[in-house]
């Protein structure tokens, strides 16, 4: 009976946690989503909406880096660079590449962290 | 390295510690679930260490959600039969009454030769001479030979016997152990008896055990690796 107790307390305590870090993936999922949206869609004048996404990320990934496999994280910081690489040379062909490449990345990690069950 | 270090001797123990909660049964043992469960854990402990990509918490969860899922499965089959049955299935009678049930043989895809192999470990050697043949739910057969070929016990034929208790290890290659000597109840002096009884010395013993009324075995090592036996039986009494 104890070790039935303990294993329900277990399983909730899981199941508890497991919910937890879906929303919290879920909420920085989506307001850094928001931020990439009010990125403009030129690089004239992003950089200082780009430096808000990148402080934005930096202050979520290390607890997502707990729920998502280090692949993805490296990918948005990757595209994040990209982004702010592009922004400040004024290439606006790479600009827009690799701002759908950020989205996408995010895109990726509320799918991979967050929940089945919430949209985007 | 230091992060696979880490993640292997995490994972390492609370794979001990999962195994330990499932229970001590031996993996020729283990129901259906608790199969699954250890065959899913394996799999699951080596992602982590296997590639450091993969957060532990991706083992984490599944391991201890499979293991919470299994001891409460456990514990609701001991409350219902039906959900016994359901997961972990049914006895098939294999040999009732003496006549073998090809039919039972054949839904449990059991062969004939496997079928006398599992009843020779069983002690019966002839198939006519088991009654009972039992296809348990862990796998394992047990079998029940006809009582005319079964040995009379001692009570029926009014023979005397002697309880005998339990055989210890007294003497493990040339080492005693003294926490069994304590439990068997006799002194050294009748350990160092019945060895000069059997013409060695003690660290030329590679085995000697005892049984509670005194009866002993002392295993002998010779050159070559073989091993001789000696019986005999201790005194009582003396140094304790």
Redesign the interface.
Known sequence: MKAFIASLAVLLAVAAAVTVSAVYADRSAGELLDLIESIPETPDGAVNSIGAVRKKWEGAKGVLALFVSRTESDRTDAAISAVLAAAKAGDRGGYAVALSALRDSVLSLRRGAGSPFASG | MVTVFLRTVFIFFLLIVSMR?MGKRQVGELQISELVVTFMLSELAVLPIAD????V??AL?PI??L??????LS?LETKSNKLKKLLGGEPATLIRKGRLDAGELARHRIELEELLAEMRLCGVFDIADAEYAILEENGRISVKPKASKVPAPAEDTGIAAEERGVARALIVDGELNEKTLRASGFGKDAIGDAIAESGTVQKAVFLMTADDAGNYSIYIKEEGGSVSPFSGRLKKGGDK
């Open positions: 909660i450091r990509a993969v957060p918490s991706h969860v201890l959600t293991l919470s899922a299994e001891v409460i514990f």
